[in-house]
């Protein structure tokens, strides 16, 4: 499977990512390897002067500018200071700066890093509805915290519309493009994303439901250690809505059947902390529904890392038929005028 991140490539950047680790003051005896690889890739440095290892995050090319990771960066240390969620700690270089970078080919790659953080990711066979639970806590003081909070200037980071999900220009590529996709199939997906350009038109963008969200709070994101949820890789983080936050977490386990038992756990417990309109609510099935159509691109344009190849490529695509075809006969405008009938 070609793509950016075979073998050879992250052997390339993992020599880089040891060419800047002296800027954290790592010493020359530090083992890096490689821990994810997703939207970008994800090192542990171990440093045996040190307590704890450091993650370094290499970013991927004409992804983010460094405006943007440094917005990241200033969102996450805002967070900490607030005591709003648990976090890893951004680390500063010795010079104080948010990155460091090295030269690859034509490339310029960023790197970050963070403190690390202890846990485990959420089992999805076990105790996950209490943990959409907090989950919906978190994504409660988190959205408290977005709307209270004044971005230090120069603040810049995506926007998750329609146009940049699943429309026009979106961030991860067309869904036109998912694999294994028929025309029968490209014709029921142009029905969805056409009724859920309606249904997002009419929500609408209003701040009380629109606004800096983490964007990606799959399970792969969060980190279980006793009682405490910790939440990483704030990457994706940018403007949207609100609710999506719940879309996004249960990425990749769209089709379960205890989708509407997580749904309810995670809107109980962001009550618990903030009220939640019963129209917001309405709206977490178009956005569970929308967040699949962009992973379909995602997978399609990512096809070479872990993440794509476990979640099935092709039957991954054949898994967001099945949905689509469910979620127009439920949710669609044309089931809704018939229900009026």
Known sequence: MSGLYEDAFLTVLQQGVESVAGHWGLSRDTRVSLLTVSENATFRADDPQLADPMILRVHRPAYHTPAEIESEIAWIEALRAEG??????????????????????????????????????????????????????????LHGHARGWTPPPGFTRKTWDFARTIGDAPHWGSWRDSLGLDAQGAALLERCAADLQAKTAAYGIAPDRFGLIHADLRLANLLVDGNRLGVIDFDDCGFGWFVYDFAAAVSFLETESFIPDLADAWVAGYRRVAPLADVDVAMIPAFVMLRRMMLTAWIASHAETPTAQEAGLDAYTRGTLDLAERWLSIHGMSAGQRHHQ
């Not at 709003?84 to 970078?101: E, K, L, N, Y």
């Open 84 to 141: 709003v969620v648990a976090t890893p700690a951004p680390i500063a270089t010795a010079t104080g700066a948010r990155m460091a970078a090295f030269r690859h080919g034509d490339d310029t790659r960023h790197v970050a890093a963070f403190a690390f953080m202890s846990g485990a990711e959420p089992d999805p066979g076990s105790g996950l509805v209490e943990g959409f639970g907090l989950l919906g806590e978190i994504s409660a003081r």
